[in-house]
Nanobody, 125 residues
Framework: QVQLVESGGGLVQAGGSLRLSCAAS????????MGWFRQAPGKEREFVAA????????YYADSVQGRFTISRDNAKNTAYLQINNLKPEDTAVYYC??????????????????WGQGTQVTVSS
């Protein structure tokens, strides 16, 4: 089972950018599709983006399309989430996760197996 550690969160002003990282342990990172989720205070966890194991294919939640970019570097065992033009409503804890087999296209959390501990993103207006 892969271990995941997110980093890169912080406090930023609206309109700013952040790049979140998700570092994976083990030598099987390139066999997993990866996803990012977020959970705002008092709200349910929501899907943000996913990328296939090769890094060639991605899909996004409609709410972040155009501002968020998911990517990965398999040589570094790391997935990334670039967030541009941050808005106060992007304030949340952001989590990365491995996608379970045969779940490509899924957005529910049950389609993802291993999770990191999360990184806090706070956007001030």
């Amino acid at each position: 089972q892969v271990q995941l550690v997110e980093s890169g969160g912080g406090l930023v002003q609206a309109g700013g950018s952040l790049r979140l990282s998700c570092a994976a342990s083990g030598r099987t990172f390139n066999t997993y599709n990866m996803g990012w989720f977020r959970q705002a205070p008092g709200k349910e966890r929501e899907f943000v983006a996913a990328i296939d194991m090769s890094g060639s294919f991605t899909y996004y939640a409609d709410s972040v399309q155009g501002r968020f970019t998911i990517s990965r570097d398999n040589a570094k065992n790391t997935a990334y989430l670039q967030i541009n033009n941050l808005k106060p409503e992007d304030t949340a804890v952001y989590y990365c996760a491995t996608q379970t087999r045969f779940s490509w296209g899924a957005t529910e959390g049950t389609a993802f197996g291993s999770w990191g501990q999360g990184t806090q993103v706070t956007v001030s207006s």
